[in-house]
């Protein structure tokens, strides 16, 4: 659907467009950038992500640099595609490159706005790790701002949901950018008036069987002003900003990781910690092990939090498994859930259940696959070699180790320092193994979605930007 701009913009809010100088400040606060800089810009065909990207590719030109438009289309509505097509037709005479991005396969049924955002994000990271860009700008306003701030209220969130979107996020993939944070939907609206360019208003957007709609209208019939709620989600993110370095501080005295992925922590240094600090560094520890996109739940870590000092603790949580060892608390992936088989393709680069980025050496065994060594694939490796019972890596760490197999068993386990005594692979005359076939993994890397140090919340330094 087509939106002329003066249709939704406040009829008291005759704000002036954002100028150049101004998108220049805002970002300039989520810098520094490198030098001829490759930004993309997620733009969906709505108001608020085309005036991002008109604003960025001004940005970008006065840089050196350049932009990219990343539309996805995600196939849940029949006009979808049609609609990013004329984005491309918008961008096209004023220089914007544009790609479109494609979620195929089946949609779910429930939860259709969630596995939309995840497959948008997977798509695009995706995309901006290929062609090297590095940023990724997204057009959250200070409107979005205060709704999520609301979603997370309702939610039962602490403080650090109550934070809110962060200005920028660090990703595997790319550098998530929100320069417009600060700045309201009608100041965007002005800007597209300005510039004489029509948007594209998604029915979504007006469907009260989404609780995003349903906020944003209640916020509209009680008179709350999105700036102040806003401005309230600033407030808990200097709370966040503190809390995380204290963290940080506590993880860095009282962790200590393994690059096979498992941490060992020393229980009496959480627990003199305060409460806030200590539960946060437990929850960084357990979502990294995990391998999770999200920590876990407060109320399931704050039970586990008040376990750490017992003389015995044995719990699962988020995809880590959590005992006591020692006299210390080992943290390690847990056995169970772990993905199935992955074909090993030579030379290919792939993420291993979340947690360890894997490439193939160029000599790989055909027919060979990465999957978790598990307890058949440790009783198989060490009768071969005995002394990996001493090995550095606990035990129950061993079965979730990334192991490289073919139809004759273990071939390779790079963090026991294991490879088939014979060799790699089969020879093809079948007689025996060729001790020249390996290596099977050229790079492993544990590289979790959510690591321990943490990018940390990032709060936009500079002048009052809610005021915008």
């Known amino acids: 659907m087509m939106a002329p701009l003066a249709d939704t913009r406040p009829a008291d809010k005759a704000l002036p467009p954002l100028t150049d100088d101004v998108f220049d400040g805002l970002m300039a606060a989520l810098g520094p950038f490198e030098s001829r800089p490759h930004l993309a810009v997620a733009v969906s065909g709505g108001a608020d992500s085309l005036c991002l990207v ?21 196939g849940l ?12 037709d918008w961008l096209k005479p004023k220089g914007i490159g544009h790609q479109i991005l494609s979620w195929p396969g089946p949609k779910p049924v429930t939860g259709v706005q969630a596995a939309a955002r995840a497959a948008r994000y997977r798509l695009m990271g995706g995309w901006c790790r290929q062609a090297g860009a590095l940023h990724l700008a997204l057009a959250h306003t200070l409107d979005d701002q205060a709704e999520t701030f609301f979603l997370r209220l309702g939610a039962g969130s602490g403080p650090d949901g109550l934070a809110a979107m962060a200005a920028v996020r660090e990703t595997a993939d790319v550098r998530l950018l929100r320069p417009l944070l600060g700045v309201g939907k009608a100041a965007l609206l002005a800007t597209l008036e300005a510039e004489g360019q029509e948007w594209i208003e998604d029915p979504s957007n007006r469907d009260r069987a989404f609780a995003r709609v349903r906020v944003r ?19 808990f993110g200097r709370a966040r900003v503190a809390l995380e370095a204290a963290a940080s501080a506590l993880l860095a005295r009282a962790v200590w990781v393994h690059p096979a992925g498992h941490a ?4 009496k240094e959480f627990m003199a910690a305060p409460d806030d600090v200590s539960l946060r560094a437990l929850g ?3 979502t990294a092990v995990g391998g999770r996109e999200h920590g876990p739940r407060v109320e399931k870590l704050e039970r586990l939090h008040g376990e750490l000092g017992a003389g015995t603790l044995a719990r699962t949580l988020s995809g880590s498994r959590i005992i006591t060892a020692g006299g210390k608390v080992l943290a390690c992936r847990e056995a169970r859930g772990l993905p199935g088989a992955l074909a090993a393709r030579p030379g290919e680069r792939v993420i291993w259940d979340r947690r360890f980025v894997v490439r193939f050496g160029n000599k790989v065994c055909g027919g060979s696959y990465l999957r978790g060594l598990g307890r058949k694939g440790w009783s198989e490796i060490v009768q071969i070699r005995p002394d990996l019972r001493l090995s550095s890596i606990p035990g129950p760490a061993r079965a ?3 192991a490289v197999f073919d139809d004759d068993g ?4 790079p963090h026991l320092g294991f490879r088939r005594q014979d060799g790699g692979c089969r020879r093809q005359d079948g007689a025996g193994f060729d001790p020249d076939s390996g290596p099977e993994i050229a790079e492993m890397r544990f590289c979790p979605p959510n690591s321990l140090s943490s990018a940390g919340f990032f709060l936009r330094n500079g002048p009052d930007i809610l005021s915008l």
């Open 54 to 74: 008109i604003l960025a590719a001004r940005w970008a030109d006065r840089h050196a640099g350049r932009v990219t438009a990343l539309s996805v289309d995600h």
């Open 77 to 88: 509505r029949a006009e979808a595609g049609e609609e990013v097509r004329r984005v491309g």
């Open 217 to 235: 209208r209640a916020m509209a019939e009680g008179g709350l002003k999105a700036s102040s709620v806003a401005r309230a989600a600033h407030r």
């Open 264 to 267: 060992w922590l020393e229980p």
């Open 284 to 286: 960084r520890v357990v």
């Open 400 to 402: 979730s180790l990334p």
């Open 410 to 413: 273990v071939v390779s386990v």
